[in-house]
């Protein structure tokens, strides 16, 4: 299958701060990715979705400001979590897909503002 | 209607024995039934996937039985090893669409 990378891992961050996660498709371009939110014992929440050079789409609920998204190339994608706070801990998880095929997942990072 | 309903929430099998896992779904115009499999701390991966038009997919272990009157599906895995101990996510997509609607997750512990 499809590979798809994520870095960090994981962090920790200060309250006030902002973090960015990367997001790469390794041996594919993807035309779609997608940035999920997971928290403990839950199921993923589809945040936003991206296409390459555009801007992305949020999912109800979502601060577009908060959580900026960019799709700069076939191959990778960034989100960063703008003045982050406690409630914003959790674990973020990517996923890309090029038109007709699978979604594949990221391994995810552990995000947490202390 | 966008839901996937899963269940059972956790779920505990011998080894050797049969794991099941079922969701449903109410919009008629999904067309994609993938299963993910999560181990803690790492993305979903995914297993096996089947389309509408056919009741039954097998990859190995793991079976989808698919029942489109009634709307459900479910994953069979046989012979249900310890590696098997995850949390399996059932999803779902409309080809209209670009979103996985996923269920809510059924955590397996299969006991040595």
């Known amino acids: 299958g499809a590979v798809v990378s994520q870095h960090p891992s994981w962090v920790i961050c200060k309250s006030g701060t902002s973090v960015k996660i990367e997001c790469r498709s390794l041996d594919f371009q993807a035309t779609t990715m997608f940035w999920y939110r997971q928290f403990p014992k839950q199921s993923l929440m589809l945040m936003a979705t991206s296409n390459e050079g555009s801007k992305a789409t949020y999912e109800q609920g979502v601060e577009k400001d908060k959580f900026l998204i960019n799709h700069a190339s076939l191959t990778l994608s960034t989100l960063t979590v703008t003045s982050a706070h406690p409630e914003d801990s959790s674990f973020y998880i990517c996923?890309?897909?090029?038109?007709?095929?699978?979604?594949?997942f990221g391994p995810g990072t552990r995000l947490t503002v202390t | 209607q966008q839901q996937v309903k899963q269940s059972p929430q956790s779920l505990i099998v011998q080894k050797g024995g049969i794991s099941i896992i079922n969701c449903a779904y109410e919009?008629?115009?999904?067309?994609?039934f993938p299963w993910y499999q999560q181990f803690p701390g790492k993305g979903p991966a995914l297993l096996i996937a089947i389309r509408p038009d056919v009741s039954e997919k097998k990859e190995g272990r793991f079976t989808i039985s698919f029942n489109k009157s009634a709307k459900q599906f479910s994953l069979h895995i046989m012979d249900s090893q310890p590696g098997d101990s995850a949390t399996y996510f059932c999803?779902?997509?409309?080809?209209?669409?670009?979103?996985?609607?996923f269920g809510t997750g059924t955590l397996l512990a299969v006991q040595p």
């Open positions: 999803a779902a997509k409309a080809g209209a669409t670009n979103k996985l609607i």
């Open positions: 919009n008629t115009a999904f067309d994609y």
């Open positions: 996923s890309a897909r090029r038109d007709g095929y699978e979604q594949y």
